[in-house]
């Protein structure tokens, strides 16, 4: 695990750097809500906007990625999942070692429990 330094309020802060992974069930996810913006929708636009907001969202968990808390429930807590939001998704997942491994990217109004299960 690489380490970075920032100057922050003259203060040198230690932050751990880590590599992002996307699973293929997160990567399908990301499809599939491009998918139903842009078609089902029928705004390719904002689906584009609304994919790489996620995207950069996740790009960002290379760097304190432990600033985003465990959850609290039962089986995530035990797995340490952390859910990261942006706009109206979630973006799951795990810390090991030196790597985040995004796990799954759901629209927040949906049954999150169950398919996350799945």
Same mark, same amino acid.
């Given at each position: 695990?690489?380490?970075?330094?920032?100057?922050?309020?003259?203060?040198?802060?230690?932050?751990?750097?880590?590599?992002?992974?996307?699973?293929?069930? #997160?990567?399908?996810?990301?499809?599939?809500? =491009? $998918?139903? *913006? %842009?078609? /089902?929708?029928? #705004?390719?636009?904002?689906?584009?906007?609304? =994919? $790489?907001? *996620? %995207?950069? /969202?996740?790009?960002?968990?290379?760097?304190?990625?432990?600033?985003?808390?465990?959850?609290?429930?039962?089986?995530?807590?035990?797995?340490?999942?952390?859910?990261?939001?942006?706009?109206?998704?979630?973006?799951?997942?795990?810390?090991?070692?030196?790597?985040?491994?995004?796990?799954?990217?759901?629209?927040?109004?949906?049954?999150?429990?169950?398919?996350?299960?799945?």
């Amino acid at each position: 695990m690489q380490r970075k330094r920032s100057q922050n309020l003259g203060r040198l802060i230690d932050m751990k750097q880590y590599t992002v992974e996307i699973t293929n069930e #997160a990567l399908a996810d990301m499809d599939q809500l =491009y $998918n139903h *913006i %842009a078609y /089902a929708l029928q #705004a390719p636009e904002n689906a584009m906007n609304q =994919y $790489n907001r *996620i %995207a950069d /969202a996740i790009l960002t968990l290379d760097t304190m990625a432990e600033r985003i808390c465990i959850m609290e429930s039962e089986p995530e807590r035990s797995k340490e999942m952390r859910r990261l939001l942006i706009d109206n998704y979630s973006v799951f997942f795990i810390i090991q070692g030196d790597k985040v491994i995004v796990t799954d990217v759901l629209y927040s109004a949906s049954d999150i429990e169950n398919r996350l299960k799945g």
